[in-house]
């Protein structure tokens, strides 16, 4: 699994690459990929994620014009994400077993697990795209992030929906399932709020971090972040829930300050002089996304 996540996440990476430069060209996202020195489109076998860079020596095969390393960094970085998350995932689904044959699209658990899997592939492919042209430009753009934001949504509410719906259905099969149901009990009714539990805190969390932004805007007049931060705010509340999306939002000002102070210390930076925030809150996303519970976990045991 962690091979097949690897190779996943260096395609991705291709493709997340080729987004955040059509991003900050302006450029369509469709069409065939193409070398933007020559213009030649490229072939299948020019676009191999990794090997096609190996092979060819970081030159394009038709111009002989230097190919930049951060291709290579970035598929080997998301296939190096997507390789981990595979391994975390599948290491902690614990109801499945191919021997006996229980993983199936068609069990309940595993359709959540498949679902959550490819969110999870979705969010972080989405956070790369934004981490680069952050990086690069300064620039979070809004056909990212507002598809991502109407798509992260789409996603919670089917989720809770299969959920409640195996819900009815698992208590409608027996006599005694049938009698916790509606008008003979609240327990159906209970119990679907609990399901619905995650979907509010998601809503909650996006509104919570979008709004916490924007409050900083209108306060420093623009100078703290700009609106694209605070519709990746809003991504990072929707994507993590609570309460990782308040520790993303903790780390990402923790790192943040961290690398102001080194880049003054260096020289390289001037106090009121502004760095992308982005690359942080992408940054504390992942932490949060990997490590969330944890970091959660270890901060309560310490305050015991």
């Known amino acids: 699994m962690v091979i097949t996540g690897f190779i996943l996440g260096t395609i991705l ?8 430069d059509r991003s900050l060209r302006n450029g369509t996202f469709w069409g065939r990929s193409y070398c933007p020195h020559c213009k030649k489109i490229l072939q299948w076998y020019d676009l191999l994620p990794i090997l096609s860079y190996i092979f060819l020596k970081g030159r394009c095969r038709y111009c002989g014009d230097k190919i930049g390393m951060e291709y290579l ?4 970085g998301m296939g190096v994400l997507i390789g981990f998350l595979f391994w975390q995932q599948f290491n902690n689904f614990q109801s499945f077993d191919f021997a006996q044959d229980k993983f199936s699209i068609f069990n309940f658990q595993s359709s959540i697990f498949i679902l959550d899997l490819l969110y999870k592939i979705f969010f972080i492919s989405t956070l790369a795209v934004l981490f680069l042209t952050d990086l690069k430009k300064m620039f979070i753009p809004d056909r990212i992030t507002l598809p991502a934001i109407g798509i992260s949504i789409t996603f919670i509410i089917v989720i809770t929906v299969i959920k409640i719906i195996y819900l009815y259905n698992y208590l409608s ?4 399932g049938r009698l916790l149901l509606p ?3 609240d327990y159906f009714l209970r119990h679907a709020y609990y399901a619905a539990q995650p979907f509010l805190g998601s809503l909650l ?7 916490f932004f ?15 931060d605070v519709k990746l705010g809003a991504l990072m509340g929707l994507g993590l829930g609570f309460p ?6 903790m780390l990402a000002f923790l790192l943040g300050a961290g690398v102001a102070i080194v880049l003054m210390v260096a020289g390289k930076k001037r106090f009121g002089q502004s760095i992308p925030f982005g690359p942080f809150l992408v940054l504390g996303s992942l932490i949060a996304l990997f490590w969330g ?12």
């Open 214 to 228: 924007m409050t900083l805007i209108i306060i420093t007049k623009g100078k703290g972040m700009g609106g694209g």
């Open 205 to 211: 969390m996006g509104l919570l971090i979008g709004g």
């Open 173 to 176: 099969q027996t006599v005694l």
């Open 73 to 76: 960094v970035v598929e080997v």
């Open 293 to 304: 519970e944890r970091i959660i976990n270890w901060y309560l045991y310490l305050s015991m």
């Open 13 to 20: 990476g291709s493709f997340v690459k080729a987004l955040a």
């Open 244 to 249: 990782n999306a308040l520790v993303a939002t």
């Open 183 to 185: 008008p003979h009990s």
